[in-house]
């Protein structure tokens, strides 16, 4: 029997089981053992499930033996951000005193994870609410890239994409709502997909329509874009509980990951605006590019103006960020759990910045937003005219130091410019202006052995091209089979 569960993809996982040449039982125990070897360095989970996982299993291992008909996911472990419910579960938003707030209820992505026949492990480390690029809270600590264990493993999905970069699982949930999904998944050099808004849905109680403004799309985490396609065709589809869905198509996500893109163009934008990036990024980002086009993806180099400055865009998606913070505090608060009050050293100063923000801001000023935004999707739309792809570096960094005590944010200077900590040295949180489909596909490392992110952002509901695109970069620059000897943890 094979002793390598933790180096196989979901889609490799899934075949064996369903061919009975291994048990569920045995590849959810490797995990769990997976977990107890390598997350003391990490850090990726808050809830470790696994009296649950094992009785999932083993469920899992009857229906493979009576011969039942099985998911595209039967018995492959799983781990899920620690925003959304699995019933009988606590969801914490990486909050210490939501450790007993018990989910009653499970998540519609979720929900239907588990009836593929997925097995969830645990739940993913965050910063509180997803409030920032990195992860860090007073819950738990940091979580590290497993390329580097004093870096940052980005956020706010970042315990995730150390689980997926680190072997724990081959797959794992996230959410973006200004880049959550794609940071940690440049950082992490793994492959994070947001889909377009409204692919996946969300049942967001008691405001149904929380996730409009800035855009927030939950979306999968792989170490291969075939099997985060196989998640997507998964967990997509529309849902009578969430008024922004989708509805649904008739595409098969996985085989667009692995069909070719011959004639389709794509504009490389070196950067959005002003945003300085380092020249290790820059290089790596533009041997992908060279690659892309080399097989058969014409390239040219744009730029794109997005009608304001990096900075102005930057605090519009500030502003938008906050209301749904500080709303969600005061949710809590109604529920009898007050962040402001006597529990306000649970959280770090980052949040309640926005906390702050969000009090202070007018409905009119919110509002008002709303035109800065468009001038971005305008722009957007403007280069998918003429092309099928939007090209740009994910992060204009390749590694973020760990901080102790809960407060790890962003750097404040690139090439000695002086950026915003919070997000200055991201370019994801336009595409959350705009809902398209964006990806970060690993593009490959820095001379110190950090991984560098390309975002690929696509046109409008077009989640199968990205897919495509990404698949035909990923032929012609592979990084799964080579990354595994630049491992900081055990494999």
Not at 33 to 55: C, H, P, Y
Not at 194 to 223: H, T
Not at 224 to 229: F, P, R, S
Request: aromatic share 6%; charged share 20%; glycine share 10%.
């Amino acid at each position: 029997m094979p002793n390598d569960f933790h180096l196989m993809t979901a889609t490799e996982l899934a075949r064996m089981i369903a061919t009975r040449e291994v048990s569920p039982v045995e590849v959810v125990q490797a995990s769990l053992e997976r977990i107890r070897q390598v997350d003391g360095q990490l850090n990726s989970f808050i809830t470790v499930l696994d009296e649950r996982a094992i009785a999932g299993a083993r469920r899992a291992e009857v229906a493979v033996l009576a011969g039942e008909p099985l998911g595209p996911l039967h018995g492959v472990p799983v781990a899920i951000k620690d925003c959304v419910q699995l019933a009988g579960v606590p969801t914490t938003y990486g909050v210490r005193s939501r450790l007993h707030a018990i989910a009653e209820e499970t998540s519609p992505d979720v929900e239907r994870l588990e009836q593929a026949g997925a097995i969830v492990v645990g739940t993913t480390n965050m910063p509180e609410f997803g409030h920032k690029a990195v992860t860090d809270n007073h819950l738990v600590g940091a979580t590290s890239t497993p390329f580097d264990l004093a870096k940052n493993a980005g956020g706010s999905s970042g315990g995730s994409a150390a689980a997926v970069g680190g072997c724990i699982v081959p797959l794992a949930h996230s959410g973006d709502g200004g880049g959550s999904t794609r940071i940690p998944a440049a950082l992490c050099g793994v492959y994070g997909l947001k889909p377009s808004f409204g692919r996946i849905p969300a049942v967001n109680r008691p405001d149904a329509f929380e996730f409009a403004l800035p855009m927030v799309c939950q979306g999968p985490m792989a170490r291969t874009v075939e099997d985060a396609a196989l998640m997507l065709q998964v967990v997509a589809g529309p849902h009578p509980g969430d008024p922004l869905s989708l509805p649904a198509e008739d595409v098969d996500y996985a085989a667009a990951a692995r069909g070719g893109l011959r004639g389709k163009r794509a504009a490389f934008c070196r950067s959005f605006g002003e945003t300085p990036i380092s020249p290790d990024v820059a290089a790596v980002v533009a041997d992908a590019v060279r690659r892309l086009d080399e097989a058969g993806v014409a390239v040219d180099e744009v730029e794109i103006d997005l009608g304001a400055s990096t900075e102005r865009l930057l605090e519009s998606w500030k502003r938008g960020a906050s209301m749904v913070y500080v709303a969600a505090v005061e949710t809590m608060r109604r529920q009898g759990v007050d962040l402001l009050g006597e529990l306000s050293q649970e959280v770090s100063q980052s949040f309640m910045q926005y906390v702050r923000r969000g009090h202070d801001l007018t409905a009119l000023e919110h509002r008002m937003e709303n035109a800065l935004r468009t001038g971005v999707f305008d722009a957007f739309q403007g280069v998918l005219a003429d092309y099928d792809f939007i090209l740009s570096p994910t992060l204009a960094v390749a590694g973020v130091d760990n901080v102790a005590g809960g407060e790890t944010v962003g750097p404040t200077s690139v090439n000695g410019v002086a950026i915003d900590p919070v997000g200055g040295w991201t370019l994801c949180f336009p595409a959350n202006f705009t809902g398209q489909p964006a990806a970060s596909i690993p593009a490959g490392f820095t001379d110190e052995n950090l991984p560098v992110g390309l975002q690929i952002v696509g046109r409008r509901f077009r989640d199968d091209e990205v897919l495509a695109v990404s698949g035909v970069l990923e032929r012609a620059k592979p990084w799964y089979e080579g990354y595994r000897s630049r491992l900081a943890v055990a494999v």
